[in-house]
């Protein structure tokens, strides 16, 4: 009976975690590409942006970063969400996300991209504790 409660228990965790990937990267990607403004409001106080190599700290410098891109319009094709242990961020709920998918800035070509996002709970909201987002781009040959 145990290792049935268990494997519901693992079962629920990632059934959550998917849900809780869905909401929020959907509503991520439409405060950045139509409400970008008000993209702030899901960073912490104190997160962590790396985009593409250049460091941004405080939710205040992320949205001023993130404010002279140029106007975008993402497209998620692949979704992957865990739960992080809670011993490993303060004890709070916590999930790791990565998104994988398209970006298509005004006057640039169509890039693939990842994201990799670090939320935690802040009282009932998803707040972005660390987030690192990279262009992609394939490789010509099998490397592996």
Known sequence: MAFNDRNQNVKSDVEQACQVALDFVKRYYE????????????????AILVWN?????GKEEIQKFLSD???CDHTVKVLDSQKILDSAV?????????ATGT?????????QFAEN???????????????????QEFVSKDIA
């Open 69 to 71: 891109l140029p106007s």
């Open 103 to 111: 970006v298509k800035y005004t006057g640039k070509p169509m890039r």
């Open 117 to 135: 996002f670090i939320i935690a709970a802040e009282g009932e909201r998803w707040k972005i504790v660390s987030d690192s987002f990279r262009f």
């Open 90 to 98: 303060s004890n709070q709920l916590a999930y790791s996300i990565l």
């Open 53 to 57: 190599g250049n460091g941004i700290m």
């Open 31 to 46: 405060s950045l590409d139509r409400r970008r403004h008000l993209v702030s409001r899901l960073y912490q106080d104190t």
